[in-house]
């Protein structure tokens, strides 16, 4: 019995053991999902991009035609850039000059003489008042420039071409017009450096003279058949006043004759004489400008050349810088040598026995 029970337990082992693994058993697992292939299809996508561009372009502006308002107040049209111009007046002929335009000019007039060599190569149209039209018409100029003294040849020079007149009054009408001719001719930017340069020269001319006193000046243009002078409404007269002294006759309009007895009674301290104008310092001793405090004192000066004083261009700075050191010569430190009139008088006397004894000191 005891041998049984060892037995018993064996054959419940073995039926265990049968349960577990006898036999063949399935194990469930979970069913595999079905196989699937992604194919990836590529197409070609084309779209329409609509897109802005901005370009920048460097483009030189349209200079031409331009339309220029001249000293009478006329609209002159320029249709095209000049190439052959004539010049009715040597102040016109040294502007273009300077502004670097006279390889365009073809016609002068027999008075032009700046620079040296302005006359080689063009051809003479006649004097300053009295221009030939047909000779400037066979020239077959594009563009004609004139002053006022040409108003009464308008007519026939604007069958010839556009004719423009220029006629500034005092330095600031020299300024603009040397602007207008640099556009009109294309040689704007050459045109503002002269009128800087030339802005430089008076600013430097002002400041010296700012602080000084105004010493009463009276200018003598020319004697013939009594004194001519400069008044208001000139750029001699406007000279005179930016170079610190105050012109005796700045009431009268224009360029007038003027009479001996006015001119002691205005008693001007300064007289500066043009170089062409008919009489010298010396002259004036015997004359009842010798009562003047200019004579009796010796500051009576010889402008050195009339053309840059009597030109309204460029060159009329040259002018101030001289006018400047005549009124006031101790701001640029000059010292000019006085010639008083009271020695005039006796050198005049001693001529009669000294043949030594002359003028000759005088500026």
């Not at 009479?259 to 002691?264: H, L, Q, Y």
Request: aromatic share 10%; glycine share 6%; proline share 6%.
């Amino acid at each position: 019995m005891k041998r049984a029970i060892p037995v018993f337990l064996l054959i419940v082992l073995v039926w265990i053991s049968g349960c577990i693994g006898g036999g063949t058993s399935t194990i469930p697992t979970t069913p595999s999902a079905p196989e699937t292939t992604t194919i990836t299809k590529t197409e070609k996508v084309v779209e329409t991009v609509t897109q802005t561009v901005t370009v920048t372009q460097t483009m030189t502006p349209q200079k031409y035609p331009i339309t220029i308002v001249d000293s009478l107040g006329r609209e002159v049209k320029i249709e095209k850039e000049p190439e052959r111009i004539v010049s009715l007046a040597p102040s016109i002929t040294e502007t273009l000059y300077f502004i670097g335009a006279l390889d365009k000019v073809v016609g002068v007039t027999k008075f032009d003489d700046f620079p040296p060599d302005v006359k080689e190569g063009r051809t003479i149209i006649g004097g300053f008042s009295d221009p030939n039209i047909e000779v400037i018409a066979s020239l077959n100029p594009d563009l004609i420039i004139g002053t006022s003294m040409h108003m009464q040849y308008l007519d026939k020079l604007q069958e010839i071409a556009p004719v423009i007149i220029v006629d500034p009054k005092n330095i600031d009408e020299i300024y603009e017009w040397i602007i207008k001719l640099g556009k009109v001719v294309n040689r704007e930017e050459e045109a503002v450096g002269v009128v800087n340069y030339m802005k430089a020269i008076v600013e430097d001319v002002e400041s010296k003279v700012s602080n000084a006193s105004r010493p009463k000046v009276f200018y003598l243009l020319g004697y013939w058949d009594g004194y001519w002078t400069t008044g208001k409404g000139t750029f001699i007269d406007s000279l005179i006043t930016m170079a610190g002294g105050e012109n005796i006759f700045s009431d009268i309009e224009g360029w007038k004759k003027v009479s001996a007895e006015d001119i002691v009674a205005r008693n001007p301290e300064v007289i500066i004489i043009s170089y062409h104008a008919g009489v010298n310092p010396g002259d004036l001793c015997n004359t009842p400008l010798a009562n003047t405090d200019a004579v009796k004192n010796g500051r009576v000066y010889v402008i050195s050349d009339d053309n840059i004083i009597s030109r309204p261009g460029p060159r009329i700075v040259l002018a101030l810088q001289e006018i400047a050191y005549f009124i006031h010569p101790e701001a640029f430190n000059y010292a000019y040598q006085p010639k008083a009139c009271a020695r005039c008088f006796f050198m005049t006397f001693s001529l009669f026995f000294n043949e030594d004894l002359l003028w000759v000191e005088w500026l």
